[in-house]
Nanobody
Framework: QVQLVESGGGLVQAGGSLRLSCAAS????????IGWFRQAPGKEREGVSC????????YYADSVKGRFTISRDDAKKTVYLQMDSLKPEDTAGYYC??????????????????????????WGQGTQVTVSS
């Protein structure tokens, strides 16, 4: 059974850090791009960061560039999102998802909103991140 399970969310003060995990089971990450997404109440889901399982190349949305770091542990089939210098506007449900790569991370992960999210076939259930001011 293909499954992605997120963990690591919680409540943190502004300026703090959290590390989210996305554990895959039922499939290998080979050839996949794993993305992290977030959705705040009343807003549409948006892509935050992606990583290629093939070459480790990464992509970050401008809103998190320099504050978030995505990484992977192939042995554990887990992708991490280290979130530093958190802001109240980072408050959202965070989700990971996977797609078989058919282009570069840069090409596939830019402007990940709306219908572009549909290319990601596997989604986790999400983990809540709340940043207090």
């Amino acid at each position: 059974q293909v499954q992605l399970v997120e963990s690591g969310g919680g409540l943190v003060q502004a300026g703090g850090s959290l590390r989210l995990s996305c554990a895959a089971s039922g499939f290998t990450l080979d050839g996949y791009i794993i993305g992290w997404f977030r959705q705040a109440p009343g807003k549409e889901r948006e892509g935050v960061s992606c990583i290629s399982s093939s070459d480790g190349s990464t992509y970050y949305a401008d809103s998190v560039k320099g504050r978030f770091t995505i990484s992977r542990d192939d042995a554990k089939k887990t992708v991490y999102l280290q979130m530093d210098s958190l802001k109240p506007e980072d408050t959202a449900g965070y989700y990971c998802a996977a797609v078989l790569a058919f282009s570069s991370v840069q090409a596939m992960c830019v402007n990940l909103t709306g219908s572009r999210l549909q290319m990601f076939g596997f989604w986790g259930q999400g983990t809540q991140v709340t940043v207090s001011s």
